[in-house]
């Protein structure tokens, strides 16, 4: 009896060890946030900004790829999500195609920009790279104030919500589960990517360049992969963005949301996708679920850049790894904290059996 | 129509690599001048030289890390063929068959030891980019297949109760023997070594002198090594050839190398008596 729970139990802590079962949970609980908010635990408003905080993640866990496990760093994130999301939108709301057909194609297109961008800005590395990036993203930002008849210029772009050929008209609260069964799947292709020989071959041309290439790795080809999968991430995003998001305008896809980006995945944690995650609800879900209600600090102007700069320097300071890093210590701290403990309470007996 | 021109080139009888009149000049200065040698199949053969000779840099022409050389390196690649590596991609090399460690060993930090073994199977992998993403059963197959072969290399050499650690702060010989096993995943045909034993201690270098010696009978490989610790050389080496300068001193077996005149002058210096 005490063997088979114990059988049990082994075949659960390994089940729950796999990476898949752990972002099939992770959707489940994401998919419990909006029954939570029909019955008043949760705000709509709350709803909103969880729903962006996993749009940022998507788009975060391409740049992650980019720069964690490659080592290119980009600054053109916000450029490619205002591309695809414009996209979407013109496409359904002034061609009226489906939904789905948007989808695929707001990735294609900026897939294919992104390629030819990277072909041609791949070849020069660091800071340069980003300054390329940078430059990509700035044009694509200004077309989308010039070309007001599609984008709406400053008045924005609406959609609404996604009406999805077999589900009909999506609400609110299903489209926050759309946005999260998306991310979950990227968060699957990542760790696909990672595992393998692409994983391996991208760390090993971040790593060393000459022993990548003496092993067979060609490095214009694999930069010029991740870059194509940071478009198809970020472009995922903008989907997301635009189908949650009621309106959209050429100012969101400025610099700041590219260094948000960036930030997320440096205090998150370069390299890990749990980290992605926590790195975007720290600098898109805190300070405006937790920040904005606290009195006085909440009323500064500016809160969340003061607050993610705070954190990018404590972060870089004392995980420079990202936080996501911080597991470990807890781990430590808390296997210090047992044997202190337990020496104490040995330490007690010990004396006890001498008074006897 | 236009006829294709392939060139042909030709290989002596059971010679592998033939590197005909290398020369690599830097600037002014000539890194190689000129440079003739033959290494045969299954033979272990030592370039050695003071510093600044040259020795790596005939290593980089080899391996295409420099492009720019003149003269040719013709190679009996894994297919049989008969190739001048100068066309070849520094990136292709390996697929021909020959593969490299580094003086200062290139390991990937981060990534665990059999990873970085794995690393040196990147082109025995088949599957595409797209089945990879989606994670189909054939490439777990192959993941697993090539991570058997990659602890069976690693058994080989020894190391394999450490497969899990990661490559970063290992002892130097960890270091360079994860490296051996990293060239060992492509089933070369012709391995260069690049200062093997430098940073070893005595006992190390001497085990790495059986192990070299081992490499070669089981993979039935040739290899050519780099060296300045000279016991190894003599003791490993088949075959020798003397470089200063760029240029060629001698080419002999380890007894004539340490016999010659003009070797003891480029080491030693010569005596005006």
Redesign the interface.
Known sequence: MEQSKLVLKTKVTTLLKSPYIQYGLFAVLLSILPMLQEIGILKSSEITILGSVMVYSIAALGLNLLLGYSGLASLGTAGFMGLAAYTTAYFVQDLGLPYIVAFIVSIIIPLAIGIIVGFISLRIEGMYLAIGTLIVAEILLKSFTQFSDITGGGIGKPMGYPNIAILGQLTKNQTFTLVAIVLVIFMILTYNIVRGRTGRALMAMRGSESAAQAMGINILKYRLITFGFATIFAAAAGVMWISFLPRIYPNDWGLTVSLNILAIIVIGGLKSIWGTLLGSFIVIGVPNLILKNIPIIGNIPGIPNIFTGLMIVLVIMYYPYGLIYIGHDVKKWYRYIKNYIQKLTNKKNNIDEVGK | MMKKIVETYELAEGIVLDIKNLSMTFGGLRAVDNLSFQIKKNQIYGLIGPNGAGKTTVFNCI?Q?YKSATGEIIFENKNGEIINLNKV???????QGI??T?QNV??????TIL?NV???A??D?K?T?FE????VGR?RKE?QALRDKAMEVLKFLGIDAMKDFLAFGLPYGISKKVELA?TLM?NPKLIILDEPAAGLNDTESIQLAHLIKEIKDRYQCSILLVEHDMRLVMDVCDQICAISFGKLLEIGTPKQIQQSKIVQEAYLGRTDE
Request: aromatic content about 12%.
């Open positions: 391996t890390f991609p520094v990136d292709k090399v390996i697929n593969v490299r580094f290139e390991l990937i930090k981060d990534l990873e794995l690393v040196g990147h082109i992998f599957v980019l990879e993403v989606f994670r490439v993941e990293r492509s």
